[in-house]
């Protein structure tokens, strides 16, 4: 029996839906989906709507819708699935699927973190360039500190962090909306852009493109495990509020997403297709066309809603890598590291582009990404449907069978125009290349053999073999208490640092082994002498704290306890599980500080690391406020 926390859980039900009613009501469930909604208007979105703008002028606005309903349903069935089930799609999967089949499924879904990170990245980039004249280089060197932001805001609560993100969109909103009124749109033109029309080749390319920045597959593990953000009444009438509430939330959101999304195109078409600009792939050449058509007003606009959308998008991302790493392998790694590593995964590309291809390769790498998101959609959508289909898991809340028609029709059409492309592409390859035909034959299309059998067996398997309910619990399953006999400490160690926790930590220590035990107390100098020098080091903060221990352990010994004093140098945690190692203690008692965000990234998480070196149990005494 596997055991597996909640998803996200540092913010898990940390959003109290309870005892509210009107408007209160649903103010409380606003937010999960505006964090989703940034992923259909980011830099990824813009190059493939510029694109099928000044390429197709209004013809594609069809897609663009078809997209946004599509996106609807899906996200839908996916806040169902985190609200009754309580589990993400990444968890679920691990539930359903063999270690092997995960571990396939997470790297795809990593790479589709990478190529919307890399969006971001490169949206970010480019915004900066165009308001403030930064090198690309510099600006996508910047977005490095994303993750540090996104740190500081969880530690603010997830409330803090969807209203930053309400913001950036608000921002988006509004500059785009002015544009609109600059450009001056040709309205019976545009609504004949809602009536579906034959696709060649390159207008499917572009469709298959919106579809990926519109629909992306790490939104949907996203929602599922957003939803449960909210802590709401587990009844039957509980969840079934909470639906309501999360559709609403998730309707007005992409549909203003839609209205973005639909702006950007209208905008590249009456800018740009109209005006006999029909090649407007780049974001900078979309940027410099509008300051020649309109003044300086509009592109100052469609820079900073580019910083805005692509700082709020990366934020998603980035806790998309964090579901998915622990959803289908319940591998946790400290949430900076796991941030950096997403971060640095989709830098690398984005660096070896400018390197190698320069600064115009990388609007071709924009919309390439958007077609990757598209490729990998069918793994997040057809065990979507599976899980929120199954009566045995999801009860009264399966999906109703019109709807799963409806969603079954979708992932085939999503399946086919992907598996269409890749088959032009490889072909279109082929050709255009005769001479490294052997490596399409023998790597490229190998690979999409495989990945494509891999489809299959993801789609397969919960029909020939279903998954037993609730295979993986959060917590585990709890064993049956019987007899408690107390325990007895003989040697405690208490991690003294002179602050206010002191005396805390000792009064703990010493109620768990009362006069019978032997008291160490351990205290760590880590001035770059004694981490040089060790032992050696004699400079006037050693002698302090010498001094300082000895009046604790006269103190203690007066009062009758036994205890005896031990000094480590250089690294603190290190030090500490080596005294404890050595000394053979068997209970460890040290002070936490409470740090927060930045200050655990700079000073470090001793606990955390102690707790990871040593085998004995280890209480944390944190002073309490007074």
Not at 521 to 530: C, F, N, P
Request: proline share 3%; glycine share 8%.
């Amino acid at each position: 029996m596997s055991t597996q926390r909640e998803s996200l859980s540092n913010v898990h039900g940390t959003v109290d839906t309870q005892g509210k009613t009107g408007w209160r009501k649903i103010a409380a469930f606003i937010g999960p989906a505006y964090l989703i909604s940034v992923g259909y208007m980011d830099p990824g979105n813009w190059a493939t709507d510029l694109q099928a703008g000044s390429q197709f002028g209004y013809k594609l606005v069809w897609v663009l819708l078809m997209s946004n309903m599509i996106a609807l349903l899906l996200q839908s069935l996916s806040a169902r699935l985190g609200i009754v089930r309580g589990l993400d799609i990444a968890q679920a999967s691990k539930n359903t699927y063999p270690p092997f089949v995960n571990f396939c499924l997470y790297v795809l879904a990593q790479i589709s973190i990478i190529a919307c990170d890399l969006a971001e990245i490169i949206g970010m980039a480019i915004g900066l360039q165009l308001l403030f004249g930064l090198p690309l280089i510099w600006g996508v060197s910047i977005t490095m500190l994303d993750t540090l932001l996104l740190l500081f805001l969880l530690n603010k609560g997830m409330r803090r962090l969807e209203g930053f993100i309400v913001s950036l969109i608000f921002i988006v909103g509004v500059s785009f909306f002015i544009e609109m009124i600059i450009v001056e749109p040709d309205l019976p033109e545009l609504a004949k852009g809602f009536v579906p029309s034959t696709l060649n080749h390159d207008a499917l390319y572009i469709a298959i493109g919106i579809i990926g920045a519109t629909v992306m597959p790490h939104n949907l593990y996203l929602h599922s495990s957003l939803v449960q953000t909210r802590k709401i009444d587990r009844s039957d009438a509980g969840i079934r509020s909470a639906l309501k509430f999360n559709l609403w939330d998730t309707t007005i959101a992409l549909n203003l997403a839609f209205l973005v999304n639909a702006a950007i195109l209208i905008l590249a078409a009456s800018a740009f297709f109209r005006n006999g600009y029909h090649e407007v792939a780049e974001i900078e050449d979309a940027y410099k066309l509008l300051t020649n058509i309109f003044g300086n007003m509009a592109p100052k606009l469609f820079a900073i809603a580019l910083i805005a959308a692509g700082q709020s998008s990366t934020i998603t991302g980035t806790l998309a890598g964090q579901i998915i790493m622990e959803g289908h392998l319940n591998l946790r790694i400290a949430p900076w590291l796991r941030r950096l590593l997403t971060r640095m995964l989709a830098i690398i590309p984005a660096y070896l582009t400018l390197l190698y291809a320069g600064e115009n390769g990388l609007g071709r790498l924009l919309v390439l990404s958007q077609v990757v998101l598209s490729l990998q959609l069918g793994f997040a959508v057809i065990p979507l449907i599976h899980f929120t289909s199954d009566k045995r898991s999801m009860g009264n809340f399966a999906i109703k069978p019109y709807i799963k028609v409806l969603a079954w029709l979708i992932a085939a059409v999503i399946v086919g125009l992907n598996a269409r492309l890749v088959i032009e592409e490889i072909s279109k390859w082929t050709t255009a290349n005769p001479n490294s035909a052997y490596l399409i034959h023998y790597i490229v299309t190998p690979l999409a053999i495989g990945i494509g059998l891999l489809l299959i067996y993801v789609f397969v398997k919960p029909f020939i073999s279903k998954p037993q309910r609730d295979v993986v619990v959060p917590h585990g399953i709890a064993s049956a208490i019987q007899n408690i006999d107390r325990i007895h400490y003989n040697h405690i160690g208490v991690a003294i640092d002179f602050s206010m926790n002191d005396e805390a930590s000792i009064k703990h220590a010493i109620m768990q082994g009362g006069k019978q035990a032997t008291y160490t107390l351990i205290h760590v100098v880590e001035t770059a002498g004694a981490r040089y020098h060790g032992k050696q080091v004699m400079d006037f903060e050693t002698q302090s704290d010498h001094d300082n221990m000895e009046q604790y352990v006269k103190a203690l010994d007066a009062l009758g306890y036994k205890s005896v004093a031990s000094i480590g140098y250089g690294n603190r945690a290190n030090a500490i599980a080596g005294v404890v190692n050595n000394e053979k203690i068997d209970f460890l008692v040290m002070g936490s500080h409470g740090h927060k965000a930045v200050k655990d990234l700079i000073y470090g998480t001793t606990v955390d690391t102690v707790r990871h070196l040593v085998n004995i149990p280890v209480l944390v005494v944190k002073q309490a406020k007074k």
